[in-house]
């Protein structure tokens, strides 16, 4: 094996010296603790795959640029989201010696940095399973109660006529500069007892979907089914009707159309799991999910280093070591039953790289 560069040398001093692209930095940890929740088996491939799209980093004029990601390729939000933290003066440090380097990889750790520092913040773990509900009104119901010109100027303001945000007072809330007077809330009841219940749909969900979902959906629409479900029924008929939709689903999807497809738009539904792939199939291996999975992302960063800088920065030996020495020192577990580093590698790439994360989130498979 021919003995590296000087400048490799260099470049691999300057790198470890950081501490960043080590197992157990929060980067990693942080990801890993959020299946402590008991939700975590209704959840873990969401987690994953939103850290997946955190890692596609695309340049000003690339396919599929959005706003956000010119918002990441702005030093200066970096500054303002760490400004009041104790240890802002370390993250600038560790953000201008990578930019030194290579801007894409300190963004790269600029993004990650800031979605770590969210769920610390942030009380992830309670959010992601706490539930909400929308009550979502019919067109003609909310014209018989407010007129057309009254709901015309709604959809045109919030898209939608959401009735939680036509009635909100709460200014973190509120999706309408002149939300509804006590007499149009009278009317809007009354039209609500003609129909029997009619005219509106209530939608449950839980807060399990990575927060760029909808634009997510925007660049690549969404399969997802809304369907009603009367909570006053006893369990095992609810789960016997879920059951028969899911099957029915499974059976013929084009049954289900959504709005895209009554417009005409073909979409190919994407079915398989996360859960299909041979980590989570491991059950050899002493290592919780959450854990492997932590892996996974780790040797993708590793591996996304050399790329960057065009050398072999982190060698296999040292992803492999890093690996060893989190599960051994750190976590007190036998590193026994490790996947081969290409079998993680491969996984990354798939969901990262050629963002198969998109077909999970979104339920459709869509072309690079």
């Not at 003609?140 to 959401?162: C, H, M, N």
């Not at 997510?216 to 009707?241: F, G, Q, R, V």
């Not at 050399?306 to 060893?324: F, H, M, R, S």
């Amino acid at each position: 094996m021919a003995r590296p560069s000087k400048k490799t040398l260099e470049l691999r001093s300057k790198i470890l010296e950081l501490k960043v692209f080590k197992r157990d930095n929060d980067i990693y940890t942080s990801f890993e603790n959020l299946f402590n929740s008991t939700d975590a088996k209704y959840s873990t491939s969401y987690y994953f795959c939103e850290e997946c799209e955190y890692r596609t980093i695309r340049k000003r004029g690339d396919k599929g640029f959005s706003h956000d990601d010119e918002l990441f390729y702005n030093a200066e939000t970096f500054k303002s989201f760490f400004e009041e933290e104790d240890n802002y003066p370390h993250f600038e440090k560790v953000f201008n010696e990578l930019f030194s380097l290579n801007p894409t990889l300190a963004f790269l750790y600029h993004k990650l940095v800031i979605e770590q520092s969210i769920r610390q913040h942030e009380n992830w773990n309670t959010a992601k399973v706490d539930y909400f509900t929308t009550t979502e009104l019919d067109y003609s119901l909310t014209v018989a109660a407010l007129g057309k010109e009254r709901t015309d100027a709604i959809l045109k303001e919030t898209g939608s006529l959401t009735l939680d945000w036509m009635i909100s007072d709460n200014a973190d809330y509120l999706m309408l500069s002149n939300p509804l007077t006590k007499k149009e809330k009278s009317n809007l009841l009354c039209e609500l007892s003609k129909g029997s219940g009619k005219g509106y749909n209530t939608l449950v969900g839980r807060i399990v979907t990575p927060h760029a979902i909808e634009d997510l959906a925007s660049s690549n629409k969404s399969k997802t089914i809304h369907a009603e479900l009367d909570l006053t029924k006893p369990i095992d008929e609810i789960i016997d009707y879920v059951t028969m939709l899911k099957n029915d689903f499974d059976n013929n999807p084009d049954n289900f159309k959504n709005a895209y497809e009554l417009l005409g738009e073909k979409q190919e539904v994407f079915s398989c799991e996360l859960k299909d792939c041979d980590i989570y199939k491991d059950t050899k291996s002493p290592k919780p999910i959450n854990g492997r999975l932590a892996d996974v992302l780790f040797i993708y960063d590793c591996k996304k280093v050399n790329e960057l800088l065009g050398a072999d920065i982190l060698t296999n030996a040292y992803i492999t070591d890093e690996i060893n020495r989190y599960w051994q020192e750190v976590k007190n577990i036998s590193p026994d039953g490790f996947n081969s580093l290409g079998d993680y590698y491969a996984i990354a790439k798939e969901y990262i790289d050629e963002q198969k994360y998109k077909d999970y989130l979104t339920g459709v498979k869509h072309t690079l």
